[in-house]
């Protein structure tokens, strides 16, 4: 087990120590945030979900504890819970844009679309130039199934950040969700060459040859990043979405078990990024 310096550890002592609506000077409250931060960079989820309640607990805690703490209720399912401390967060800094756009990504991870589309269109009306606020609207409209929707958002997007990597790859995944498998390859393609193209853009392109039935180079590029046990069970991932999306357009009377379709949905999770400010 990782030791924390002592400073932290003292730190996070004072948040924990300190009385509920109590106050921590500028100083404990940072040392306290950082230490809540490096136990979420170890992976110490729940001690830093601990830790940062522990800020929270404070009448002048930093709404960074808010976003840490929801951002872990998102990583451990708990959505409705990271939805309600954005919406605290965002009474204490009401037009603080990463508040904003943090309670839009938690309204998506509890399946509240609309909700989120509004939130956004609040941090679009904020900030007009800012390119991630309408990726953000538009992964909820990809979520939703307005395919069509998110990819004029995404292009829109993109007219503000023609080099972000994130909403290349976000606008690929949809038109993979929309059946323009072919799309998506040349656009992947093109990503997977770039300096900073990464693992993910690699997986989504393995994903879009797999529907396409090219086995073989999907299997290739997935291994890129994996073992080969993990690229064997990868591939048969990828296969099992691509039956899936065959069955998807199977005549009316073939119907897709409810089972099933419940993993086609959740096969897809487009990326996320801060909001630029």
Do not use: W
């Not at 819970?81 to 309670?103: D, R, T, W, Y």
């Not at 009306?125 to 979520?143: E, I, L, S, T």
């Amino acid at each position: 087990m990782r030791r924390l310096p002592i400073i932290l550890c003292t730190a996070l002592l004072a948040a924990a120590c300190t009385p509920q609506g109590g106050f921590l000077d500028k100083s404990q409250s940072n040392d306290a945030l950082q230490a809540a931060k490096r136990l979420e960079k170890n992976g110490d989820l729940q001690g830093a979900a601990a830790a940062y309640r522990a800020i929270i607990q404070q009448s002048n805690a930093p709404v960074e504890a808010y976003i840490g703490l929801a951002s872990i209720d998102r990583k451990t399912g708990q959505s409705d819970e990271a939805v309600a401390l954005m919406k605290q967060a965002q009474s204490h800094e009401e037009g603080n844009p990463e508040v904003i756009s943090k309670l839009g990504y938690a309204l998506i991870s509890a399946g509240q679309y609309e909700q989120a589309v509004n939130v956004f269109d609040q941090l679009i009306a904020m900030q007009p130039d800012n390119a991630m606020a309408y990726n953000g609207k538009a992964v909820a409209f990809d979520k939703a199934g307005n395919h069509v929707a998110a990819q004029e958002i995404y292009n829109k997007a993109l007219s503000l950040a023609p080099d972000s990597l994130t909403i290349h790859n976000n606008l690929a995944m949809s038109l993979i969700l929309n059946d323009k498998v072919n799309e998506a390859i040349i656009m992947l393609e093109i990503l997977n060459r770039q300096p900073n193209a990464n693992a993910t853009v690699r997986q989504n392109l393995a994903l879009a040859y797999a529907i396409k039935g090219d086995k073989k180079h999907a299997l290739e590029i997935t291994s890129r990043d994996l073992t080969p046990e993990q690229a064997q069970e990868n591939l048969l991932f990828y296969e099992h979405y691509a039956r899936m999306k065959k069955l998807e357009h199977a005549p009316k009377h073939t119907a897709m078990p409810d089972s099933e379709k419940t993993k086609t949905l959740e096969v897809l999770q487009p990326n996320e990024s801060k909001p630029t400010n």
